[in-house]
């Protein structure tokens, strides 16, 4: 009888660690960008919504986990000066993904009092020393494809997969159409994938289209306090926009969690 409960107890327990270890090697979903995918605590207070907060829906949860590491107010160059990229290095392992949309903050001043969360435009190598006033130090500051290309090639030295994703369109129109930033932001984040051989949503065109479709008008309505952030409806518009891009994608496994 003793022999019987040791044999179940060695069991019980191989049983736990196998789904312990399961568990553990669960692949995870970083999604990290400003606050048009994560805004404010994420709980929809002004009635502003970033789509990141809808993609969990999408997906099977038991095979794969969501984290959107996504805030407000940050750019390309503050999500990393401020830790949270290498926050999230700490814990990225092979198999794992980050889909990456940064560019709306990107345009700000280098070195002002309020913010200093500027990078220089475009792509290249260029640099230049500043003092930040709210860091309090000297401080480094690159493209904006420098930027990004270190998020690609940090979450692929950890055997993760990166997606970049263009900024999300504003509600901006002229002549009917919703403006695009097609030769700024969107051009700029599609160069830097292809050249590093990331997977690329389009997000600021396919939006951009999804909206024309709709009007004015019914667009309007997705943007209740400015034009920069959704409301619930707009926010998970373009959340279905990016799932249906991952179901799209060839070679991508991610899209065997969806459901």
Known sequence: M?????FIAVASLVFCSSFMMWKKQKPVVYIIGDSTVRN????GKNQQWGWGSFIAGYFDTNRVSIRNHAIGGRSSRTFITEGRWDKILGTLKKGDYVIMQFGH????PLDDTARARGTIRGTGDESKEIYNPILKKQE????YGWYMRKYIRDAKAKGAIAIVCSPVPRDNWKDGKVTRSSDSYAKWSREIAEQEKAYFIDLNEISALRYENLGADKVKIFFPVDHTH??????????AIVVQALKEM???KLKKCLL
């Open 40 to 43: 404010g605590d994420g709980t």
């Open 230 to 239: 959704t409301n619930i409806d707009g926010a998970k518009l373009n959340a």
């Open 2 to 6: 003793k022999l019987k409960i040791f």
């Open 105 to 108: 903050n990107d345009a700000g």
């Open 140 to 143: 480094i500051v690159y493209t």
């Open 250 to 252: 060839k070679s991508l």
